[in-house]
């Protein structure tokens, strides 16, 4: 077999991931001059300032590697967090993290669970790792069926996955469901926790690490949402030691580049900036929701960083969202072609959205 029909059958399983609309193809697209993201539920506020400064003064310092180890960093989440700096496992994005797990707990002939319209993250994972995808229906199309994914394991399950709260339809569960799922899963079982949101929605929940319990949950945490470092790419797992002895081992020596350590250990010390942003977004978000649902538009609260716009006409106004230079993410590929996904977006930019949204609805009810 040559190099050419390999890659065809080691990919013919493989969709690739779809990511939002980069700002800078709009513009060449539409001819525009300016253009707003509201697709990948970045914090649109910016990096921290101080995440900023560490960046520029170790700019000069790029020629040499990073610290494999995360040494610093891992100090510094590990005591954030009430950890051992031997229980964290840092990522090159928290979708490295994800990968990572996936491979070292799952293979040929093993199942992973996940909710239909979960993060696709997880299914293209699986599929890549050579495991069996198992895909359950949500109970309303929104939350995770918890029964539904206990009935659905069997012998060969090794991996179940929850993000909490979940992307993309804004579900959240909380944690006295969880623990009593965690409970009746079998101790022997992987949990991947994906909380890439918890900033958002900590204020209801509290705190995860220290307090849900089972031998295998790994939480997953994220410096792409609400720390601002999306364009950085890091990452984390709060785990057994044990555990992540295993997934060290398909790590690559340095997977976490040095801007980014830098960058993550300036943004975790500054919890005032973040604290105030999530703030900011939690407000918006209320906004743009209590927009919606006047114009009754609103498919479902969000818990996220992100609304859920739902119409018969999605895609149409998906597509005049972009002509006003508005990148929304249509959900067709999550099996829900009557949803949009925003971004909550700063201040200015959820004005522009509603005024969007406005001049489109009229056209459409004229037509
Ligand atoms: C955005 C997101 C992540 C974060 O991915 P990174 O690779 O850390 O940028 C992880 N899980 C979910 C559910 C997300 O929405």
Known sequence: MDWRSHAVNQCAQLHPYIPGKPVEQLLREKGLSEAIKLASNENPYGPSPSAIAAIRNFAAEVHRYPDGDSGELKAALAARHGVNSNQILLGNGSNEVLELIIRTFAGAGDEVIYSARGFIVYALAARAAGATGIAVPEQDGLTHDLPGMLDAISPRSKIVCIANPNNPTGSLLKHAELQAFFDALPRRMIILLDEAYHDYVRAETGESIGVLQHP??????????????????IGYAIADAGILSLCNRFREPFN?????????????????WVAEKVGESRQQRQRLQDFLAELNLLGAASHGNFVLLRHAQATEIAQQLENHGIIPRPLAAYGMPDWLR?????ADE???????????MNELLEA
């Open 216 to 233: 295998g949950l790994m939480i997953c945490r994220t410096f792409s949402k609400a720390y601002g470092l999306a364009g950085l790419r």
């Open 350 to 360: 959820n004005t522009q959205f509603i005024s969007a949204i406005q001049k489109i």
């Open 342 to 346: 925003i971004s909550v977006g700063t």
């Open 256 to 272: 976490v580049n040095l801007l980014a350590q830098q960058a993550a250990l300036a943004a975790l010390n500054d919890a005032d």
